[in-house]
């Protein structure tokens, strides 16, 4: 059996094992946190060769009900809850959705660049008023208290959890972090909408995934560390400008689980790498955002700025400890001066590892709410994940766990590389995330032919290939770009501290983003908007990455994953930027 070969192989190679250890990188780790970044563990080939086949053994049982991990079941829920659900638009809308969102984004269009306004998007997804009353006549004979959110399709339903379990034929439990004293309500199950909802909802969302937290301690490497400087030199990615004054360009990071940042590191950090002092423009979601320091939220502000020097920046943390990504799209739909660049650094396996299953329904309801952002002109740009092909578990012998919602085709996702002892960066780094989506969420034929050409051609390139059975190479290929992601240097509680992940590298290259935008919105442009067609119409803007391997850490004949080389991989994607070279494709692609 595939569990025993494995053991044999642990048991055989255990001096290997220990070999190795002496060879792993800031890669090699084991993160528990929902956040696709800067948290290092333990790793897993530093185990006894017993402890070893321990954790294979439980890899590779059979893929379980959505699990809560670290989190602890406290009793059925009783205290009030809100949950959304997506409310059914026809298909026609659907498909002038898409339409549109393809050619706004697509360079070499006759619609490039037009963009539709915020009163635009609302009435081309306008929900009929008869499904609006159903679905309100639901929330009334529940009691529940409705709003309907974003542009007018997602339903935040507020009630009592067990009148809200009832409603939807689940059991609402409350689940204690041990550590942090959070409390989230879930349900182990799925969830789907009850017969008498499906005249009106297409799916409930985010009921069933556990959010991770964990405590942050992340070693310096022997590479040089990263700084502004380093970033805007010529040695990585040229960023030899600074936004225009009164820039009309904006950008602006997520937040999740109680992220916050504190102004006085952001001065402190800016001073200390002689940036401009440059403010967050506006603070949005939780009042207490700018009270609290959280590792994450302080590396993607600080680094967002320190790309885009000069773009303003805005700062999103959401209310309470779920990972709610539709929550987050609703205020920003709701928004009409929203930012028009949005780093993401959050995420969860799709298909399975720590966290449970990620339903189809709700994948393809997000991504509509996606590539909505497109059509307004708004890039999201999102973290590959940090456990290679897989998703903060050692290793499964099933298949990979693409990082959600970065696998999105209406996402940009951003990978990592690392630099070598001499600071050459020619490396993807173990840890970056990549693969390909799997089909029963979305196709590449179907919904990224943008990237057909160039991850074709990485599947026939002749390089070596993981086992089929663990992936879908019909899929969605990920990542799309990637930067450097090791060892950057923040300040945090007025200290200094290194932190690594793709979630380092996702504000970077939003940050370019923001600054590319600010050159075509001074020159009477429109901004990027959707990044993708544009990218890879363009792969000559970036370094290529021919070297890496994501299996996350350790010996490539116990831990499988994909190699970088030439083009586009699942490691780094199209490689790293080069901003002059980004910028001028983007005047060009304007017509200037």
Not at 109 to 120: I, N, V
Not at 314 to 340: C, K, R, S
Request: some cysteine; aromatic content about 10%.
């Amino acid at each position: 059996s595939s569990i025993s070969k494995y053991l044999v192989y642990i048991l055989f190679w255990g001096a290997l094992v220990r070999l190795a250890m002496a060879k792993t990188t800031q890669g090699d780790i084991l993160s528990s946190s929902q956040s696709t970044g800067v948290h290092f563990h333990l790793p897993f080939f530093t185990m006894s060769p017993l402890s070893a086949m321990i954790a294979v053994a439980a890899a590779t049982t059979a893929n379980p009900a959505p699990r809560a991990n670290v989190w602890i079941p406290r009793g059925v829920a009783t205290g009030p809850t809100t949950v959304t659900v997506q409310i059914k638009q026809p298909d026609s809308v659907l498909d002038e959705l898409h339409r549109v969102f393809l050619a706004v984004s697509t360079p070499g269009t006759p619609s490039y660049g037009k963009h539709l306004s915020f009163e635009e998007l609302n009435e081309l997804v306008r929900v009929p008023e008869a499904v609006k009353a159903s679905a309100s006549a639901w929330c009334e004979s529940h009691q529940f208290q409705c709003v309907f959110a974003g542009t007018g399709d997602l339903l935040q339903v507020t009630g009592s959890a067990p009148a809200i379990g009832d409603a939807l034929s689940v059991t609402l439990e409350s689940f204690e972090h041990p550590t942090t004293a959070a409390r989230i309500v879930r349900t182990r199950g799925l969830v789907e909408p009850s017969s008498e909802m499906t005249s009106w909802a297409d799916c409930v969302m985010g009921l069933n995934t556990f959010p991770t937290i964990t405590r942050v301690e992340t070693p310096r490497s022997g590479a040089p560390a990263i700084t502004p400087a380093l970033l805007k030199g010529s040695t990585l990615y040229n960023i030899t400008e600074v936004a225009t004054d009164n820039s009309k360009s904006s950008m602006a990071v997520a937040e999740f689980q109680g992220q916050g940042y504190l102004p006085a590191d952001l001065t402190k950090f800016e001073a200390k790498f002689d940036l401009p002092s440059q403010p967050v423009r506006n603070l949005t979601g939780s009042p207490d955002g700018d009270k609290s320091a959280g590792t994450e939220a302080e590396l993607d502000i600080q680094y967002i700025i320190a790309a885009g020097t000069g773009v303003p920046a805005d700062f999103y943390l959401h209310p309470g400890n779920a990972f709610d990504l539709a929550g987050w799209a609703a205020a920003v739909l709701a928004d009409p001066g929203t930012a028009l660049v949005w780093s993401v650094s959050y995420g969860e396996g799709i298909n399975g590892g720590v966290g449970g299953v990620v339903q189809p329904s709700y994948a393809k309801a997000l991504n509509v709410q996606f590539e909505k952002f497109g059509a307004r002109g708004i890039s999201v740009l999102i973290a590959s994940g940090d456990s290679g092909v897989y998703n903060r578990e050692p290793f499964q012998l099933e298949k990979f766990h693409p990082s959600f919602p970065a696998c999105l085709p209406a996402a940009t996702a951003v990978g990592s590389t690392e630099l070598s002892a001499t600071g050459v960066e020619d490396t993807g780094v173990s840890f970056s995330g990549g693969g390909f989506t799997p089909s029963e969420y979305f196709t590449r034929a179907g919904n990224s032919t943008w990237q057909s050409t160039l991850v074709e051609a990485y599947l026939s390139s002749g390089v070596e290939l993981p086992p089929t059975k663990l992936w879908d190479s019909a899929g969605r290929g990920l990542p799309d770009v990637s930067t450097v992601g090791v060892d950057f240097t923040i300040i945090t509680d007025g200290q200094e501290q290194g932190v690594s992940g793709t979630s380092a590298s996702t504000p970077t290259f939003a940050g370019i983003i923001g600054l590319v935008n600010d050159k075509l919105m001074a020159a009477g442009k429109p901004p990027l908007g959707f990044l993708n067609p544009f990218l890879y119409a363009n792969p000559g803007m970036f370094r290529d990455i021919k070297k890496g391997y994501n299996n996350g850490g350790g010996p490539s004949i116990l831990k499988k994953g994909f190699y970088a080389t030439k083009g586009w991989d699942p490691v780094t994607g199209l490689g790293t930027p080069n901003y002059p070279a980004i910028k001028a494709a983007a005047l060009a692609a304007a017509g200037l």
